[in-house]
């Protein structure tokens, strides 16, 4: 389970059904990232991290730093 993800989205009282609909994936599918249940391709990752601005590391509970690298 990936615990930055719904955090994130929780604390800007985002649905799921809303992050769905901006990356352009069902609610469900959306909902299995969140679980850890399938992999996320690394192009949604990189969506979630620019909307987030946060680094794919924290959003997959790699790292407690939500600060994003610095883009080359």
């Known amino acids: 389970?990936?615990?930055?993800?719904?955090?994130?989205?929780?604390?800007?009282?985002?649905s799921q059904k809303q992050l769905a609909e901006l990356l352009q994936v069902h609610q469900t599918t959306y909902s299995d990232y969140e679980l850890g249940n399938i992999n996320?391709?690394?192009?949604?990752?990189i969506q979630l991290a620019e909307f987030?601005?946060?680094?794919?590391?924290?959003l997959v509970d790699y790292t407690n730093d939500p600060r994003p690298y610095p883009k080359r």
Request: hydrophobic share 40%; aromatic share 12%.
């Open 40 to 45: 996320i391709p690394v192009e949604v990752l």
């Open 52 to 58: 987030y601005h946060t680094s794919v590391d924290y």
């Open 1 to 14: 389970m990936f615990h930055h993800l719904r955090a994130l989205r929780e604390d800007r009282n985002l």
